[in-house]
Antibody, heavy 122, light 109 residues
């Protein structure tokens, strides 16, 4: 059974760093890109970026470039998003997702994690 | 980034009625790379339709997608109470085209 299980909710202060994770199981981690999607409270979905765990090729939405870092660890089948300095506008639900097809990052998103809520408040 | 405009913003219908949701893309979608998702409160999105008209594995057949180019439609033939929620369209295929629509809220009276 294919599963993406995300780390738990986080509360941080502005300026703090944070890393959230997405642990996968039930398929070959290196064969499928992982996509990260942001959903701000009461708002729609935004594509943040993608990573190919097989070779660490990473692409970012221009709106997120330089503010987040996406990475993956194939030894534990887990993908990450990291912030070095959070702001209040980072308060959102963050989802990881797996595309329909292997070896292609720009695909429809078939399998989703349960989401990680990040709250940034002083 | 392609801008996707969904209409209407809210659709309020009774169980058993037909629902028609629209998605217009600002840029042409090659190969009809357009997906639809359903999202219920407190849950992640669920893929319903990909490549404009292909149902995902567990999508009931009352859901159908159509369209091409820049105009796409999701139809729910007979609404069930569990169909209430937000519906998002998603254009994909290459980085410059990636984007999600703003969503349509479906309410069951």
């Amino acid at each position: 059974d294919v599963q993406l299980v995300q780390s738990g909710a986080e509360v941080r202060k502005p300026g703090e760093s944070l890393e959230i994770s997405c642990k996968t199981s039930g398929y070959s981690f290196s064969d499928y890109w992982i996509v990260w999607v942001r959903q701000m409270p009461g708002k729609g979905l935004e594509w943040m970026g993608i990573i190919n765990p097989g070779d660490s090729d990473t692409r970012y939405n221009a709106s997120f470039q330089g503010h987040v870092t996406i990475s993956a660890d194939t030894s534990i089948n887990t993908a990450y998003v990291r912030w070095s300095s959070l702001t209040a506008s980072d308060t959102a639900m963050y989802y990881c997702a797996r595309p329909v097809r292997p070896n292609w990052g720009f695909d429809a998103l078939e399998i989703w994690g349960q989401g990680t809520m990040v709250t940034v408040s002083s | 980034e392609s801008v996707l405009t969904q209409s209407p913003g809210t659709l309020s219908l009774s169980a058993g009625e037909r629902a028609t949701l629209h998605c217009r893309a600002s840029q042409f979608a090659p190969s009809n790379y357009l997906a639809w998702y359903q999202q219920k409160p407190g849950q992640p999105p669920r893929l319903l339709i990909h490549r404009a008209s292909n149902r995902a594995t567990v999508t009931p057949d009352r859901f159908s997608g159509s369209g091409s180019g820049t105009d796409f439609t999701l139809t729910i033939s007979r609404l069930e109470p569990e169909d209430s929620g937000m519906y998002y369209c998603h254009q994909y295929g290459s980085s410059p085209l990636l984007g999600f629509g703003g969503g349509t809220k479906v309410e069951i009276k």
